[in-house]
């Protein structure tokens, strides 16, 4: 599928429709007509629906932000089970592409010939099999499959994914389902291991706002400081902040546990004591003696059942 553009358009195979649960079409109807393509009349549903079945994608011409968001992903609010596809298509374009490329993005590749805006999604490049084209895929395939070829600085270290390259990325990990490792040394943005079920997340520096949002196991460690709304809408897993929270920590979870310095967490959400776990925890990561005692649990006392899915 071809879609030439006369001008960038953001949210271009946006599997979410940018978030069409929540705006119900009025920001983005998925049977509206594409702005500003030439000699096509592609829907918004039609680029996606070409993914989904594994066909290629390209756009000649700039795209806008939000380019492949939660790309091969088969979304439970339209009928699906959560998780990857597995034949996603990719996406070509000739030109450049605006921020977060690839939010939550989990299978498929982006290829850009042009430049691109930070932050990024949940995307690293890797070797590129088109000659002219940089390559991205999700960090989580890279992480359920590390087959891929991954590009200097950023390596393997042992059964570990390291990144060094120093770019901000957001959503990182989203949807991880396997018992494994990446650390950051650096900073990430929004919503580090969004919707991730299992492995661990180190991040050297500090997070942005909603780290570990929708967290349903795993663990997310941010040793330096965390933005508003860590662990909004948690619902398992462990969130440790190193450094100091911003505000509405803990907003609507609804299970799992978040350690960090003292604070006042959302209601109903509870303070409680370390556990030896927690403390043992806390060691790991250079926090041991009398600094622990800047440190609590903050939990609920009742998991809800039956969270919602997405």
Not at 90 to 98: E, K, L, N, P, R
Not at 104 to 127: F, Q, W
Request: charged share 25%.
């Amino acid at each position: 599928m071809e879609l030439k553009l006369n001008k960038a358009l953001d949210c271009i195979a946006d599997f979410t429709y940018n978030f069409l649960w929540q705006h119900k079409g009025t920001k983005l109807n998925p049977t509206d007509r594409i702005p500003s393509q030439v000699g096509t009349s592609y829907t918004y549903e039609d680029i996606v629906e070409a993914l989904r079945r594994g066909e290629d994608v390209h756009i000649k011409g700039d795209a806008g932000n939000r380019l492949g968001s939660s790309l091969g992903v088969d979304l439970c609010y339209f009928g699906g089970n959560g998780k990857e596809i597995a034949e996603t298509g990719s996406i070509i374009v000739d030109g450049d592409v605006g921020s977060y490329m690839g939010m939550s993005m989990v299978s498929g590749a982006i290829y850009v010939r042009g430049e691109i805006k930070e932050p990024l999604g949940n995307v690293v490049e890797v070797k590129s099999d088109k000659r002219g084209y940089k390559k991205f895929v999700s960090l989580t395939w890279l992480l359920h499959h590390p087959e891929a070829s991954l590009l200097e600085p950023n390596e393997y270290r042992g059964d570990e994914l390291v990144l060094k390259d120093g770019l901000i990325r957001s959503t990182l990990a989203a949807r991880c389902r396997a018992p494994v490792r990446i650390r950051v040394h650096g900073d990430t943005g929004i919503s580090t291991g969004i919707l991730m079920r299992n492995g661990t997340i180190v991040v050297e520096g500090n997070a942005g706002m909603n780290t570990g949002a929708l967290l349903n196991g795993g663990s997310v460690v941010i040793l330096g400081d965390a933005a508003e709304f860590t662990g909004v809408e948690m619902r398992s897993g462990v969130v440790l902040v190193a450094g100091k929270c911003r505000a509405y920590v803990g907003a609507k979870m609804t299970g799992g546990h978040i350690i960090c310095r003292m604070t006042r967490p959302v209601p109903p959400v509870k303070e409680r004591a370390l556990t030896g776990e927690d403390i043992a925890l806390l060691s790991d990561f250079g926090i041991s003696g009398i600094f622990t005692m800047n440190y609590r649990r903050y939990e609920l006392n009742k998991s809800i059942e039956n969270p919602p899915r997405l």
